[in-house]
């Protein structure tokens, strides 16, 4: 993907690859997870122009959002998204209960204007099936 450093991104963790030079990378999270414990989405952030590399399990889809609409996505199927984009995270199925009944963790959840790239597959099952 290139750069031209008009925007920042924020990479996924374990998504990044590499990045030529002209690209910094900063660690921080963006917003704090369930409970307010701090735990949420980390990303890296780009700042700069130049080429960046990211990894996927599966394909990666860019989602172009307009203002004002929202997609909800898996937050392991998370590549890549926009850093001025309005988000939050939230349990899978609206509890601690369901969402650990049904497997699912934590969802993000994206206001537009903005794009966000996903990945087809989950690292975790892909791990699981060797």
Known sequence: MELDGSKQYRISN????????????????KVK?????GEGIFGLRTVGAGTL???SCGSIHKINLNIGEE??????????WENEMEFSTE?????LASSFLSG???????????????????????????
């Not at 374990?14 to 999270?29: H, M, P, R, S, Y």
């Not at 963790?105 to 537009?112: L, M, Q, S, Y």
């Open 14 to 29: 374990g998504n990044f690859l590499a990045c030529t030079e002209g690209i910094t990378l900063e660690a921080k999270a």
């Open 33 to 37: 997870g369930i409970f307010g414990s």
């Open 53 to 55: 590399f990211v990894n």
């Open 71 to 80: 997609y909800i996505v898996d937050s392991s199927h998370l590549v890549l």
């Open 91 to 95: 349990l899978a199925g609206g509890g």
């Open 104 to 130: 699912e963790e934590f969802v993000a959840r994206f206001r537009g204007p903005g794009q966000i790239w996903i990945q087809t597959r989950k690292p975790i099952v892909v791990a699981s099936n060797g």
